[in-house]
Nanobody
Framework: QVQLVESGGGLVQPGGSLRLSCEASGFTFSIYSMYWVRQEPGKGLEWVARIKGGGERTYYSDSVKGRFTISRDNSKNTLFLQMNSLKPEDTALYYC?????WGQGTQVTVSS
């Protein structure tokens, strides 16, 4: 069974940091590019970051570039998103996804 399970979300003050994790199972994790995507309440999906299967290349949306870092540990089938200098506009439900499979999401709320 193909599955993605996100964790690590929570409430943080502006300027704070969070690290999201996504545990993958049921497929050969290391050969797939992985993505983080977010959705603000009442809005559409926004692509945040991408990492290639071997971790050799990463890509970011302009809104998070320089603040977020995507990484992966293929030995543990786990994807990460390190989020620093968080802003209120980063508040969203964060999903990891690949080849049409989605996790359940983890909520990130940035508020004082």
């Amino acid at each position: 069974q193909v599955q993605l399970v996100e964790s690590g979300g929570g409430l943080v003050q502006p300027g704070g940091s969070l690290r999201l994790s996504c545990e993958a199972s049921g497929f050969t994790f290391s050969i797939y590019s992985m993505y983080w995507v977010r959705q603000e309440p009442g809005k559409g999906l926004e692509w945040v970051a991408r990492i290639k299967g071997g971790g050799e290349r990463t890509y970011y949306s302009d809104s998070v570039k320089g603040r977020f870092t995507i990484s992966r540990d293929n030995s543990k089938n786990t994807l990460f998103l390190q989020m620093n200098s968080l802003k209120p506009e980063d508040t969203a439900l964060y999903y990891c996804t690949s080849f049409g499979v989605w996790g359940q999401g983890t909520q990130v709320t940035v508020s004082s």
